[in-house]
Every structure is written in C-alpha cells, then in structure tokens.
C-alpha cells in the first residue's frame, strides 16, 4: 500500500534530470528490462512460497474476516490501478509546467487517494490485530528465507545499477512485493491485502 509514493518517486526518478529524447529512451529500456528481471525472479524464485504462506493465512482466518479481506483486497487493487493511471497522467505535466508543476500535481493525487487508503487501512487493523499470532508465526518461520530474498533483490538491482552507471539510474524499490518491503509493519500489511497476483 505504498504503492503511491513508490510510483510517484519512480516517475520524478525516470524525468530528473532533464534529459535528451535518446537518453530518456535508453533510461526507459533500461528500467523495463530491471522490472522484467526481477519479476522473472520472484516468479520464479519467490511466488510458489509465497502463495503457500498466504494459502496458510487465509486458511487460518474467521470466513468473515476472509470475506471482509477479499472485498478489501479487491478494493486495495483498484486503488492501485486508480494511482497507476494518475501517475502515468504526470509525464505531461512535467514536460509542460516543469518541476513546481509536477510537484503541485503530486501533492494533489496523495490527497485524492489518501482517503480510500486510511478507510482500507482502518479495516485491516482489526484483522491483523486478531491474526498477529499466525502472522508472526509466519514471519518467524521464514524470515532467514525473507532475508534472502531481500539480499537477491539487492544484488539484481546493485548487478543492473552497475551495468546501467553511465545512465545515472537512482534506487529502485522493491516493495511492490509481498514480504520483500523493509518495513515490518507495511510488508504484513501488503501480504494481507494481497490478492494473489503479481502486476506487471
């Protein structure tokens, strides 16, 4: 659910500084082929245990809290596509009105959303609050596993970022999946809010 910020930082990351039509087209290919690697590894590498905790999550909720989950978990996505198209909206913005103007136009789309994400986020509390137990069983069982991942995803990036130096690449975040986040609190909340799927 941080998907906002997140996507908000990887468009100021793609338009700063200003760049030629080449360079801004080479740094585009560049990124696509990072997001292709990475999901191809977490694909691969991550998801089928991944789905397995989440199954066994699921499996160990209330059917109303399993029902409440699902609409909240639909929600959650349309959310993110909403911020999605929003944020695709701001690439002209900064080619026409420049940095204030995208600035402005991002400080606009976190308040436009920010409202259906404390309503989604106020409903998961008390689900997590009653699932924290085998919440933290999960985590505790997995978290050298975890751990990996989190220094495999550090190490594609580092490799990319190291191939790509000559284009001035800045961080990438990885958080987009689940149990991969740094934060404890935000990674729980994005495996509990997860539908199952990974975007694109």
Not at 3 to 21: C, E, G, M, T, Y
């Amino acid at each position: 659910m941080t998907r906002p910020l997140i996507i908000a930082l990887s468009i100021i990351a793609l338009a700063l500084p200003a760049q030629s039509q080449d360079q801004r087209a080479k740094r585009q290919e560049a990124v696509k082929e990072l997001r292709t690697d990475l999901r191809a590894w977490y694909m691969r590498d991550v998801l089928p245990t991944v789905s397995r905790l989440h199954s066994e999550y699921d499996a160990s909720l209330s059917r109303e809290d399993l029902a409440t989950l699902t609409r909240l978990r639909a929600d959650a996505k349309r959310l993110r596509n909403d911020v999605r198209k929003d944020m695709q909206s701001l690439k002209g913005d900064f080619e026409r009105g420049g940095r204030a103007e995208l600035r402005n136009r991002i400080k606009d789309l976190r308040e436009k959303h920010r409202d259906e994400y404390k309503r989604i986020v106020e409903q998961v509390k008390p689900i997590a609050k009653r699932s924290r137990t085998k919440l933290r069983e999960i985590f505790d069982a997995n978290e050298d596993k975890i751990e990996q991942w989190r220094a495999e995803a550090k190490k594609i990036v580092g490799d990319w970022k190291d191939e790509h130096d000559d284009l001035g690449m800045g961080n990438r975040d990885n958080s987009r999946f689940p149990l991969l986040g740094g934060d404890p609190r935000r990674s729980a909340l994005r495996f509990i809010l997860w539908d199952g799927t990974v975007e694109e």
